[in-house]
């Protein structure tokens, strides 16, 4: 067979008198499938198997020898087949690939964001564990220290204008800032007239509410050697953040102790 397959089949439909609607029709062939075969267009044509199919119902219709047509169809559309199936294999493989890439990210991803959470619970467990406190270290005892020279008074600051911790009108605290320790809180004597005089004086950091007689109740925070003052007639009300920070004088008389160190204590009354 000189000719190709197409050719061969289009001269011998030709030479049954047999238009391709006609020839589709009695193979029951779309003709879009046999005017495929007759251009030799193996693209347009479906699946290796349905197209042989295709061939061979052709080449019945128009007496052709069928397994002459079957061969020459194997030889030249199977490496245009053999070419489809490897791209179509090659595909598969590139589609596979990137599932694979896929799924390995989105591991990666989890694995990321697990380990993320992990470490933004363990930072907050660590920002909310309460700061360990020193453990009070033994006194040196006193024959291995010399004594230190005694230290000369230092004068009292300034009060600051527009500080009213430093107010000294009655029911107003006076605050004495790094107090040196050296006058007492003992021994204080009240004004010649019927009055509480309420001396706070700050051991560690604490903070203090007082509120004398109906005035608005005032706070003040006192650090360590701080030292303030309230005044009134009739009656005093003292709240402590730190009860063990502070050392609490009413009318020279030594008060409390009034709780344990952070322990907070709420209305502490004093009256005539």
Same mark, same amino acid.
């Given at each position: ?5 197409? &050719?061969?089949f289009?001269?011998a439909r030709?030479a049954k008198?047999?238009t391709l609607e006609?020839?589709a029709a009695?193979t029951?062939i ?12 193996y693209a347009k044509?479906?699946? &290796?198997?349905f197209?042989?199919?295709f ?6 219709i128009?007496?052709?020898d &069928?397994?002459t047509v079957?061969r020459q169809?194997? &030889? ?12 179509e294999s ?5 589609e596979?690939?990137e599932?694979?890439k896929?799924?390995n990210?989105?591991? @990666? @991803?989890?694995?990321v ?9 363990l ?10 406190r020193p453990?009070?270290t033994d006194?040196?005892p ?12 230092? =004068? ?6 527009g500080?009213?911790?430093?107010r ?5 605290p006076?605050v004495e800032r790094?107090f ?6 003992e021994?204080v ?5 019927k009055?509480?005089?309420l001396?706070?004086?700050?051991i560690?950091?604490?903070? @203090?509410?007082?509120? =004398?007689?109906h005035?608005? =109740?005032?706070e ?7 030292r303030?003052r309230?005044?009134?007639?009739e009656?005093l009300?003292l709240?402590?953040?730190n009860a063990?920070g502070?050392r609490?004088s009413?009318?020279?008389?030594l008060?409390g102790?009034?709780g344990g160190?952070?322990k907070?204590?709420r209305e502490?009354?004093?009256?005539l």
């Amino acid at each position: 067979m000189s000719e190709s397959l197409g &050719e061969y089949f289009q001269k011998a439909r030709e030479a049954k008198g047999l238009t391709l609607e006609e020839a589709a029709a009695r193979t029951r062939i779309l003709p879009q499938y046999l005017k495929a075969v007759e251009d030799n267009n193996y693209a347009k044509l479906p699946d &290796e198997v349905f197209a042989k199919g295709f061939v061979r119902s052709y080449a019945r219709i128009l007496a052709l020898d &069928e397994a002459t047509v079957i061969r020459q169809f194997e &030889e030249s559309g199977g490496q245009f087949y053999a070419k489809r199936n490897e791209r179509e294999s090659l595909k598969q493989k590139l589609e596979e690939e990137e599932r694979r890439k896929k799924v390995n990210r989105n591991i @990666v @991803v989890g694995m990321v964001s697990a380990a993320l959470l992990i470490l933004f619970v363990l930072m907050g467990r660590d920002r909310d564990r309460p700061e360990p406190r020193p453990a009070p270290t033994d006194p040196v005892p006193a024959a291995s220290v010399p004594a230190p020279a005694p230290e000369p008074p230092r =004068a009292e600051p300034a009060a600051p204008a527009g500080d009213p911790a430093f107010r000294s009108a009655s029911g107003q605290p006076e605050v004495e800032r790094n107090f040196s320790g050296i006058l007492p809180l003992e021994g204080v004597a009240p004004d010649s007239k019927k009055q509480l005089i309420l001396d706070v004086e700050a051991i560690e950091r604490c903070w @203090v509410k007082v509120q =004398a007689d109906h005035a608005p =109740a005032q706070e003040v925070l006192l650090n360590p050697g701080d030292r303030t003052r309230w005044k009134a007639q009739e009656r005093l009300t003292l709240t402590l953040g730190n009860a063990a920070g502070v050392r609490v004088s009413l009318n020279g008389k030594l008060q409390g102790p009034f709780g344990g160190r952070g322990k907070v204590v709420r209305e502490i009354v004093f009256t005539l």
